[in-house]
């Protein structure tokens, strides 16, 4: 037995000792502590390298402060997420499974709408991480020419007075003739809606990462959090140093950071003002900055895999969350000092491939730094890779076992890997990846639609804390946040709500609708898996984590009409934002 404080006054309340799970159970087993989780989580500060320079092309000199702002909200709301996942030592999946404990007293579509827009935000990592590793890849055997190259312009001085197109397209074109054939094949390719879909050289080699790290993962989340270990290592150090060495060197360069007003127009350098278009580009920037900033929560996806839940789930989280508040304010930061505005609308720099040459630059190294830069990105995205499909398949598997999603995923194998869960990730991410690596268009729709529902699964979440405090008061709870912070989460949601209905249209005009539509596929989803295979029933095991015991109990609620309030408020901000905000 263990005995754990309620954070009220009175005498300690004693919880029962988590249930270890063996193999022959097929259960998640019990073979981690927080460090073996914050390894695992060590692969979120390289999504700073996928949107680093789409933020630039759209805030300007706003970047680096859209940057920190949005990891400060992410820092702080992890409060919440580390308090409600101690509710339930014997879940995996991460804050959305614990978060659709509470709403599913006061609606059944709701709760798994937590569930599975947390996987529609994490799962395509997956496929948009293999196209940034594929394009460097591909730069390093079949390299591609710049546009201010030697040899573009040599191209643009003999052709170029006889195309009938902008400036713009011409250099495109000059670039295009003059890149290795690879680079322009395909074995297949269509458009459809608003984005393209290509069978081509990034797609294989993608495909190829995306096999190498299922793989990996087959071997359960303890060989898992040993590999990442040492690849984190590789990686988060080269990337602080990265940070700070440039300012060392060379200061800061203060003129890149002002004035503090936003760009008149998305990726171009012109400085615009404090109007309504001026505000819609900034809330943009916010809206796609939390994909990855708020995105450390991963690391208390393996609470079912902790060895002490009461321990280590704070300090996962915790320790996690300071690791990116350092890296995702400094990297930005140093990027815009070194580079400017202009140097991060490069088109190499919005992609992600490009990156790599401009950390050799930043540090001042010659081509052998840059290929070992290029080695550490692809580290690094191989790393966020892992970190995507370890919590996204747990919250497949988890969502499976408390009966949201269809019963075949909450199979694991003798390693106590979710198989099933992680094959389902690797399929969808197979289709993701041909539209990733069309061009640049489709993978930041790919990117705004994702974060659709991350923003969705985050107001959830954030408003189940204060939901599981009514209604789950006499619960012990390993760690308790200060109740000011939970009502900063609150608030925080809502705000969040705004990025989403102003920031979304900022990548795309269909994103915000596209992200809806997806967010409500779970409805049929659940609808087979609940009334088709459970006959209109949950499973056992749910109720017993929700602390009720029977599915008659669960019909007490004791928050009354706030959580539809809530619901009904967020809606009514979503629309209000989206209307008010244009471009």
Known sequence: MNTVSSGTAGPPIVAATPKIHSAEEGKLHRSINWTGAFWVASGVPALVLFSVGGIAGNTGKLAFLIWTLSMIMGFLQSFT?????????????????????????????TAPLSVWCNWVAWSPVLSLGCSIAAAYILNAFAPQPSATSAAVTDWLAT????????????????????????????????SFGPVSMSLNAAFFIGAALMLAVFAIQHRGVSGTASVQKYIGLVVIIPMFIVGVVPLLINGVNWSNFSPLVPLAAPNAP??????????TLVLGGMFIAAWSTYAFETAICYTSEFRDPAKDTFKAIFYSGLLCLVLFTLVPFTFQSMLGVEGMLDPSIADGSGVAAALAHMVGGGHIVESALVMLMILALILSIMTAMAGSSRTLYQGSVDGWLPRYLSHVNGHGAPTRAMWTDLCFNLVILAIACADATSFFFILAVSNCGYIIFNFLNLNSAWIHRIDSAAVPRPYR????VLGLGVLFSFVNVVFLGAGAKVWNPVALWAGLITAAMIIPVFCFRHYVQDGGKFPAEMFEDLHVGTERAMAERKAGVLPYLALVAGVAVLLLSNWFFTI
Do not use: C
């Not at 012109?270 to 505000?279: P, Q, Y």
């Open 159 to 190: 052709h170029g007075a006889n195309l009938q197109m902008t400036d713009a397209e011409k250099t495109a074109a000059a670039v295009a003739a003059l890149s290795p054939g690879i680079r322009t094949w395909s074995l297949f390719q269509t």
């Open 81 to 109: 997420y580390a308090e409600i996942a101690g509710l339930f030592p014997n879940k995996s999946g991460g804050a959305s499974v614990y978060g659709a404990a509470a709403w599913v007293r006061y609606s059944k579509l």
């Open 481 to 484: 946040a200060p109740t000011f």
């Open 270 to 279: 012109a400085s615009g003002e404090w109007n309504i278009a001026g505000w």
